[in-house]
């Protein structure tokens, strides 16, 4: 059965703190996270974007490590933490990715994982 | 017509059922259309020799079937892996409805949302319709290269993401319909708004769509949306030889010789009119209902003497399935030739957000020029001439700015 990465783009929120009104989510995430209980495979929130690390190597292998402070991509919405769905076929990771609350903050991208 | 066009028909009418088949047997959408594609020109190769089979389509899919197989057989020794077992060469062959089903499958594959709009014109041209690659490329006016990595990207992306092959269930199945219809749809106009004798090949695309429409009313005689989309379609292109002149230039329907507008359409469209809106009296449908008014411009001797009533009321229902500014712009148009230029104006007046749209200042600037406001006419004429059309459309409304006074 194929496992789709979804991936949630939502306001760039702390969510060990978080803001008022944004109370009720966390409640929405725990809601979803038991209604859809029998396809997560995994997932994790994640620390807003200020805590981002962006590494690169330009001189390639073994080379100078380049940091910087930030995300890869400074975006209105952020990539806010993932799950790992297994689902019978694309409908199925849809309907289960639409019951996600960023589909409402924001936006959730599913991405078919490669099973090697 | 030979032999050989006859059987290059037959054949190209009956690969998508055969790649249909396939593609549900063998879970490959790539192998499937090798497959198929070889039980094609080995049918044409043939075919015209030795006589067409008793069964042309059990014929082209055991044939295509035994090809799968050995393409199977082949990657499973380059990959040095065991071949597994050949369930599904069965030489019997499928029931018709197994085959409408499979068909079925495909349309909503190919037409499924998760796909860009333009991915599900290729896939629907080339693998619903049979188009070769350089001929959807050429109907769509990009290159070559451009389309077969269209078609490419979205066979990987139903193999890849997992799109399946399926058809939606009943409660999914408007929401479905309207996407497969709005595909289609799609490519008659991309066909239709070329025009005829200003570019012949897109011509092509109008009768794809149409095949195609006619090809979901075999499927699902009982659907309102198909059979109205298959009536606005065949009423469109009803008029398409009266739609211009001889040298290529547009001709308004108010102007156009009636007498060359294709009555064996227009009765076959006018009659699914009928047959669609009985099927959707509960529900109105956008596509029954723009047929609708197409089927009362179809059915007007003159121009004077069409039931602008009629066409108001349509676009009056059509409103409560899609308010939208072009609707209302249309129906503006309808209530010029009924109420005359000035209340039409202030219809158009009252909508807000089409400033971009060329046709709102072409509309303004007719109704302007009819009541005889030449300055504002011409200004609004500019406009749309600014925000630009196709070349004909444009030397129309140059040619009716020419005629204002001063």
Request: hydrophobic share 45%; aromatic share 6%.
């Amino acid at each position: 059965m194929p496992t789709y990465m979804a991936l949630t783009y939502t306001p760039d929120i702390d969510w060990t703190q978080p803001p008022p009104e944004h109370a009720g989510t966390m409640k929405e995430y725990a809601e979803f996270a038991e209604g859809a209980a029998a396809v997560i495979k995994g997932g994790r929130a994640l620390y807003p974007t200020a805590t981002a690390t962006t590494i690169r190597v330009p001189a390639g292998k073994g080379g100078d490590v380049i940091t910087s402070d930030g995300p890869y991509a400074e975006t209105k919405e952020a990539l806010t933490g993932f799950y790992l769905l297994e689902c019978a076929d694309l409908d199925e990771a849809v309907a289960v990715a639409a019951k996600i609350p960023a589909a409402w903050d924001g936006a959730v991208e599913i991405r078919p994982v490669i099973t090697f | 017509m030979g032999p050989g066009d006859a059987v290059a028909r037959l054949v190209r009418e009956e690969r998508a059922r055969v790649l249909a088949t396939l593609i549900r047997v063998t879970g490959s959408v790539d192998l499937a259309e090798d497959a198929a594609q070889d039980a094609v020109v080995r049918a044409l190769e043939t075919w015209p020799r030795d006589g067409v089979p008793d069964n042309p389509r059990a014929w082209l899919l055991v044939t295509a079937k035994r090809r799968a197989i050995d393409l199977i057989r082949r990657e499973a020794r380059r990959a040095g892996k065991e071949t597994e077992a050949m369930t599904f060469l069965d030489p019997a062959p499928e029931p018709a409805e197994v085959v409408r089903d499979d068909l079925l499958r495909l349309v909503f594959t190919c037409c499924h949302p998760c796909l860009a709009v333009e991915a599900q014109v290729a896939l629907a041209l080339r693998t619903l319709g049979g188009l070769s690659t350089a001929e959807a490329a050429r109907g769509l006016m990009v290159p070559e290269a451009t389309m077969a990595k269209r078609l490419t990207r979205a066979k990987q992306k139903i193999a890849q993401a997992g799109i399946p092959y399926r058809v939606p269930a009943a409660e999914e199945l408007p929401g479905r319909l309207a996407g497969v219809a709005a595909t289609v749809y799609l490519i008659f106009n991309e066909g239709y708004a070329a025009g005829t004798g200003a570019d012949l090949v897109r011509v092509t695309l109008t009768a794809e769509a149409i095949r195609l429409a006619r090809l979901l009313a075999e499927l699902m005689p009982d659907e309102a949306t198909v059979l109205g989309l298959l009536a606005l379609l065949l009423l469109h292109d009803s008029r398409r030889v009266a739609r211009v002149d001889n040298v290529g230039r547009p001709v308004l329907l108010a102007d156009q010789d009636r007498t060359r507008w294709d009555a064996e359409a227009i009765k076959e469209g006018v009659e699914l009119v009928g047959a669609a809106l009985r099927r959707s009296a509960e529900r109105p449908d956008a596509y029954v209902v723009q047929a609708a008014v197409a089927a009362c411009h179809a059915l007007a001797p003159s121009y004077a003497s069409t039931s602008w009533d009629a066409v108001i009321s349509w676009y009056d229902v059509l409103l409560t399935i899609a308010d939208t500014p072009v609707v209302r712009l249309n129906r503006a148009a309808a209530v010029a030739e009924r109420d005359g230029p000035a209340a039409a104006l202030a219809l158009v007046d009252a909508i807000s957000d089409l400033a971009a749209y060329p046709w709102w200042h072409g509309t303004r600037a007719e109704l302007l020029h009819r009541l005889g406001r030449a300055e504002e006419s011409r200004a609004a004429y500019d406009r749309a001439l600014a925000l630009g059309m196709n070349e004909p459309q444009l030397e129309h409304l140059r040619r009716r700015a020419a005629e204002l006074p001063g």
